[in-house]
């Protein structure tokens, strides 16, 4: 089948094409041609207003499977994430049992081979993510381990850490971290500030994300390797990373697409899907996050897709568990970034940028390249309703709500989605 993208812009910093306004054709999963006449197609794409960037990736999507499929299976995330835009996604390690065997990352890239959504491994650093004894990290990279993390839980025990680092340069892998101070978050429901005081929830405050941001880059510079620090969310966290890189240390980060554009007021009305860890800050942080992503010290924006049952979700607020899906509305909040940040920057950052840091192959947008593609209009107005969500989760702030800014097509290995 052949498909044409007309009258599109190229969004790929790696292409001859970049800012300019083309028309694509797909055929038999390649690109054959980019120009300016109308190729013959099956099927034509008016994408006047539309972006076309290589295929989005997530780095740290969570799915319940193995164990907790009730939540999302590899299946239903496959799904999501397609309707989402993306064409790769990178699975946390927090399943039952943990993915920490080969048995365990080959059960989840077994079928890449005939998926249109790549499903990539990060293998847990230590032993059931309990932060305790490491895995065998050396074996699991030769599986096909992307990255090491303890995924929704921090690396909190120091020596661990440490010994991590040393060990991962072995073979030049990745430690990501999800910095947090248990001790300090203990019991936490919400950002630490004046709307928990007057909404009477226990805080978790700044300083335990600080703290252990402060600790793993003392710990980096006496240990050198690579640490990428996941979902981070405040202005002090920031500006430690920005100086960290300034003195050379290999350090990365990203924050979620929400991060910088909610707060802390949205929990005024108790709605458990916006309880998240790390939790909604103040403006004053999204200005800083937003800041951070203009200049470059955070490198990646992700989903933060953690889906949850009712039986999770459905309580009161200190019962209920973290997290919000996101795929599917993740360029919504595209859309919204770019009143701030320039869009062009905003697609890096959720194209090439995650591929970089795993040492992965970057897509070209050339002719005779596979297509690994997303299509993006950012002027489309939608309603995420129950019908469009494919999430086995209803976990959503935005269920119901209309939204601008959607992915509408998808290319990959041979194999495309279209929404358009």
Not at 38 to 63: C, E, F, H, P, R
Not at 163 to 171: A, D, G, I, V
Not at 223 to 252: C, E, P
Not at 297 to 311: A, R, S, V, W, Y
Request: aromatic share 6%; hydrophobic share 40%; proline share 3%.
């Amino acid at each position: 089948m052949k498909i044409l993208i007309h009258s599109v812009k190229i969004i790929s910093k790696g292409s001859p094409h970049h800012l300019k306004k083309r028309n694509v054709l797909i055929s038999s999963g390649r690109i054959s041609e980019i120009g300016d006449k109308n190729y013959q197609a099956d099927k034509v794409i008016d994408a006047d207003g539309m972006l076309l960037s290589i295929g989005w990736m997530d780095l740290g999507t969570y799915a319940g499977d193995p164990g907790l499929e009730f939540k999302e299976d590899l299946i239903s995330v496959g799904k999501s994430a397609a309707a989402g835009g993306f064409t790769e996604i990178v699975l946390l390690p927090n399943t039952h049992p943990t993915v920490q065997t080969k048995n365990e990352i080959s059960y989840i890239t077994q079928s890449n081979a005939t998926r249109l959504v790549q499903l990539q491994v990060m293998a847990a650093v230590t032993k059931n993510c309990k932060g305790e004894e490491l895995t065998e990290m050396i074996d699991l990279h030769e599986s096909g381990a992307v990255a090491f993390s303890d995924g929704l839980k921090s690396v909190w025990h120091t020596d661990i850490f440490l010994k991590s680092l040393q060990y991962l340069q072995k073979f030049d892998g990745l430690l990501i971290d999800h910095p947090e101070d248990n001790w300090l978050n203990l019991f936490g429901q919400m950002n630490e500030g004046i709307n928990s005081t007057s909404l009477g929830l226990k805080g978790m405050p700044r300083i335990a994300e600080e703290v252990a941001t402060r600790k793993n880059l003392e710990l980096l510079e006496y240990a050198k390797g690579r640490l990428h620090f996941s979902r981070i969310s405040t202005a002090k966290t920031v500006d430690m990373i920005r100086s960290a890189k300034k003195k050379g240390l290999n350090v990365t980060c990203d924050i979620t697409s929400y991060q910088a554009l909610l707060d802390d007021s949205l929990l005024n009305d108790f709605d458990t899907n916006y309880k998240l860890n790390p939790p909604l800050r103040e403006k004053s942080d999204n200005e800083a996050l937003i800041k951070g992503l203009k200049d470059g010290t955070i490198d990646i924006l992700t989903t933060g897709h953690l889906p949850q049952d009712d039986e999770s979700k459905l309580l009161e607020f200190d019962q209920a568990d973290f997290g919000m899906i996101n795929l599917q509305t993740f360029a919504s909040q595209i859309t919204s970034l770019s009143k701030f940040v320039d869009i062009d920057v905003l697609l890096e950052k959720v194209t090439s940028a995650p591929r970089k840091i795993l040492n992965m192959e970057i897509p070209l947008i050339a002719v005779d390249e596979k297509a690994n593609l997303t299509l993006f209009d950012p002027n489309a107005e939608w309603t995420f309703t129950h019908k469009e969500n494919l999430s086995k989760s209803k976990n959503s702030p935005w269920l119901g709500k209309e939204l601008k800014g959607k992915a509408v097509a998808v290319f990959n290995n041979n194999k495309h989605w279209l929404d358009v």
